[in-house]
């Protein structure tokens, strides 16, 4: 009897998903709440462009276009790409639009069996149980609700949407106090150029965060008002300086040749390294820095820093390996130089009728508008999709560690599961793909899990890694810092031969991108 195979999201993630199920045979059907594909590029800020340049951020199999010139496309490109791929592999007639998943159950086989198993799914098979998952979907088109049984569910729901993170306030000082606006960015991507232009023109404005969206929000609204900048300049509200670039070529050298290559990496301590690669890593010490300081003053001197009191305490590292590094508009520290745009530091604020209230500041700031560029309880919107609250619980794991999955996919105690595009790495795309190949040669027998046990063992060690490299932001399961090593994990797993560069010192400093895992190699 042919498996029946869901996937829920049809982002890029989802996409990927259901074609690479489809090269095995499989036919998936894609929940997609939307009216159209794409995920996070169907909502994006008019000045919202890739922040990976080109070459990192494309299918292997389905170049960019040649009259996409730019090294960093705009949303729309990127947005444009994803619908070429989706038609030109007939991916759509699969997609279920306007398909909202209420919530996922797994049926058929008792908590307490499941708990005994020392394999996942009991056998190791992601097929072997007897159980299924049953979706409950909300057609938004009809308003009817229906339920899918199928054999292995694949989430593909993203980290960056959904849920947003409005931050706790004391009591009487939260968003109620305020007489102006308060939006999240989600909400302001959502509108249309000359409605986000109207909400902020002529209006005193906050941001609130210092990541990519703010960043791009905060040069939006300056621009709204640049004929009356001096009066109302953008207030950006930010907690923690960050190694924000100018761009990927510091003193000229394309940062792939810096951190993007097997050499770099060897700087770096690895989950299961073994001795001679802990030797390496500790010897190398060294060259991590270095790397890091080469970058750093790079970006001290081009955006001026110390000028304006922005330069971060922490390592550039430390920012890399924890995916949270964005590219800067180009104009952002001129703006903030001519003072349409301000930047006040504040470990906390909260809200009162004028406006916000600064730790360390006398009176309020007078605003508005406010607009929260603080992100999104991601795992909270995994977490809530599942009826049994065992799996919620064991989705969340610990508050003090990132998500348990193996290999980034898989929890090892969840059955018929997978959870593709919540980990982060350099390029989203490229992770997501190599994953989804991995996944798909899982589903077709080409390998077997390790026991659970041994899973969790490699879920820790990874966890220790991001721990120390990620420091505080170690959540966010990012694996930037090591996406050579990651992927060389998928690729012996799948019983491919990881290096696709011909000859040592090639291999060693040539940075590694999707065309280099085009064409697998045994």
């Not at 390996?321 to 504040?346: H, Q, W």
């Not at 350099?426 to 991995?438: D, P, V």
């Not at 721990?467 to 012996?492: H, M, P, T, V």
Request: hydrophobic letters at 40%; glycine letters at 8%.
């Amino acid at each position: 009897m042919e498996k029946k195979v869901a996937i829920v999201g049809a982002g890029v993630s989802g996409l990927l998903a259901c074609k690479y199920a489809l090269s095995k045979g499989f036919r998936p059907i894609v929940f997609e709440q939307e009216r159209g594909i794409g995920g996070v590029w169907t909502a994006t800020f008019r000045t919202t462009k890739l922040q990976t340049p080109k070459p990192f951020y494309q299918f292997s199999d389905f170049p960019w276009p040649e009259s996409v010139t730019e090294l960093y496309p705009d949303g729309r490109q990127v947005l444009d790409y994803t619908e070429s791929y989706a038609r030109h592999f007939d991916l759509l007639r699969h997609v279920k639009f306007q398909s909202k998943v209420l919530s996922v159950a797994f049926e058929g086989q008792p908590e307490k069996e499941m708990a005994a198993w020392a394999l996942w799914g009991g056998s190791g098979d992601p097929f072997a149980s007897k159980g299924k998952w049953s979706i409950t979907v909300h057609h938004t088109g009809n308003l009817s609700t229906e339920v899918y049984q199928v054999d292995f569910l694949i989430l593909c729901v993203g980290r960056f949407s959904g849920i947003p993170n409005i931050p706790d306030f004391p009591s009487g000082k939260g968003l109620e106090a305020f007489d102006g606006t308060v939006i999240h960015s989600m909400d302001y991507a959502a509108m249309d150029d000359a409605a986000a232009r109207n909400l902020v023109k002529g209006k005193r404005v906050a941001i609130v965060g210092l990541q990519k969206s703010a960043l791009d929000i905060a040069v939006e609204c300056s621009s709204a008002n640049e004929a009356d900048d001096r009066r109302l300049p953008s207030t950006v509200i930010y907690r923690t300086e960050h190694w924000n670039v100018p761009d990927y070529q510091p003193w000229g050298v394309p940062i792939a040749y810096l951190y993007f290559n097997r050499f770099s990496e060897l700087s770096v301590h690895k989950p299961g390294e073994g001795l001679l690669f802990s030797v390496l890593a500790t010897l190398l010490t060294p060259v991590r820095w270095g790397l890091a300081k080469f970058m750093e003053t790079h970006i001290r001197r081009k955006l001026r820093l110390s000028k304006f009191g922005m330069v971060p305490k922490h390592g550039f590292l430390q920012q890399l390996s924890s995916c949270t590094t964005s590219t800067v508009p180009e104009d952002f520290y001129d703006r903030v130089e001519k003072g349409s745009i301000r930047l006040k530091k504040a470990q906390n604020f909260s809200f009162c009728k004028q406006g916000i209230l600064v730790d360390g500041e006398d009176g309020a700031l007078e605003m508005d508008v406010v607009i929260l560029a603080t992100g999104f309880r991601g795992l909270e919107k995994l977490r809530r999709i599942f009826v049994s609250p065992t799996f919620q619980d064991r989705i969340a794991g610990s508050p003090d560690r990132a998500l348990p999955l193996y290999r980034e996919c898989i929890h090892p105690r969840i059955p018929q599961l997978a959870i593709i595009g919540f980990s982060e790495s350099i390029s989203n795309l490229h992770t997501s793909e190599m994953r989804c190949r991995w996944l798909a040669e899982l589903l077709d027998g080409k390998f077997k899990l390790p026991s659970i046990v041994e899973m969790e063992r490699d879920v820790a060690e990874w966890d220790k890694y991001k721990k120390e490299y990620s420091g505080r932001y170690f959540s966010r399961s990012c694996i930037a810092g090591l996406n050579i090593w990651y992927n060389d994990q998928l690729c012996k797993d799948m019983g491919w031969n990881p290096r696709g560069k011909k000859g040592f010192f090639a291999d060693l400093f040539q940075p590694y991108g999707p065309m280099d895992y085009a064409h697998p190699h045994f």
